[in-house]
């Protein structure tokens, strides 16, 4: 099935703030996600379906040559598919030329986003106690360097 990938627009909000109640415990709300577009350091891409339907998405920000994951997510009927790799290495090839490293924050129990992290060449550097709320819980920090001359290999 063809899947394409856009800027997160306004028209989109609606889909990821359901997407996002259904994917995580503790979501970002509406007025949250649209920061994300309105943030002059922060960018979000989504996934569609040849029906338009938003399937996935990832935002980022970047602050001088550091880049940081906010967030991640895709719709259960279509994750084990790539998705979560295209949208992440999608990310990562458009910001390489400007950044040195991206790091990110991760529930210590999510092993598949652990999994998916560790697949892309992240490495775990730390453990930020007691992170988390709804539930308690403390965050892995990884961490992936990029190299500007060999340009970003995903
Ligand atoms: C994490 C998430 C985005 C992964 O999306 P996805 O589209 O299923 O991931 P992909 O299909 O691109 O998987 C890429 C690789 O990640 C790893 N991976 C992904 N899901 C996995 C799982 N459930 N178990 C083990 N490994 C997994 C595998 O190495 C996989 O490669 P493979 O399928 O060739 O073995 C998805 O599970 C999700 O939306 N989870 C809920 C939201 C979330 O927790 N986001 C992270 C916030 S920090």
Known sequence: MEIRLVPME????????????????????????????SGEHTWGIVAENPAG????????????DEGSLDNIAVDPAYRRQGL???LLSTLLK????????????????????????EHMGFE?????RGYYVRPREDAILMTKFLSREA????
Do not use: K
Request: net charge positive.
């Open 10 to 37: 306004g028209r989109h909000l609606d889909q990821v703030t359901a997407l996002e109640r259904i994917c995580f415990s503790d979501p970002w709300t509406r007025n949250m996600l649209a920061e994300v577009l």
């Open 53 to 64: 339907a938003v399937v996935g998405y990832a935002f980022f920000s970047a602050v001088l």
């Open 84 to 86: 979560g790799r295209h």
């Open 94 to 117: 458009a910001f390489s030329p400007q950044l040195s490293l991206v790091y990110l924050e991760v529930r210590a129990s999510n092993t598949p986003a652990i999994a998916l992290y």
């Open 124 to 128: 775990t550097v730390g453990r930020r």
């Open 151 to 154: 340009g970003e290999q995903t």
